[in-house]
């Protein structure tokens, strides 16, 4: 599947450890960025839309995707899931959090659907010139896996100006730090949903991420989002 089994996972966990997120280059081929962007128009495959302007988010809009998954999705949330339960468990043992997460992720889901967490939260993301997207996080309910996964389906100078996918980490006491994720065509960024632990003088802390999306300047930019757990 594309370029997902030729992902350096120790590279990527020590990203993520460094600075609460990692790229994950070719993730997708052009010819599988061109087929998910052409499902954006169609009615059917998805549960709802959402109009940033209405809710307060930005501007540009994104649509979540209905059950079943279109393949390539199903298949990038059932393969990124294994290799990142490690870094999850272990994230969780540092920030004390009691919540331990199997290696597969049907049996994940299962948890999320027994908690009422039924409704799927992959996502395709459309801006247009002008649009952008606030700082947030994809929450969804009480059962959360600490990592997702975004994929660019655009290609940045060609397609799109602007549009740079933003990550900011509050640390306490401290001002927020913010990074651009330098992102092409095909690539993805791993990153945490919510906190991530940080090794202090006294042991390890807790910071929270938030992430978004700078202005588009021209074009169109679409996004392909994978989060691995349900929506209550």
Known sequence: MSGADRIDWPAVAAGLDARGWALLPGLLTGVQCDATVGLYGRDEGFRSRVVM????????????????????VERLRTALYPPLVPIANRWHERMAVDVRFPADHGAFLDRCHRAGQTRPTPLLLQYGEGDYNCLHQDLYGEHVFPLQVAALLSEPGKDFEGGEFVLTEQRPRMQSRAEVVPLRKGDAVVFAVNMRPVRGTRGDYRVKLRHGVGTVRAGHRHTLGVIFHDAA
């Open 53 to 72: 302007a209405r809710h307060g988010f930005g501007r540009g809009e994104y649509r979540y995707f209905a059950y079943p998954l279109p393949s390539l």
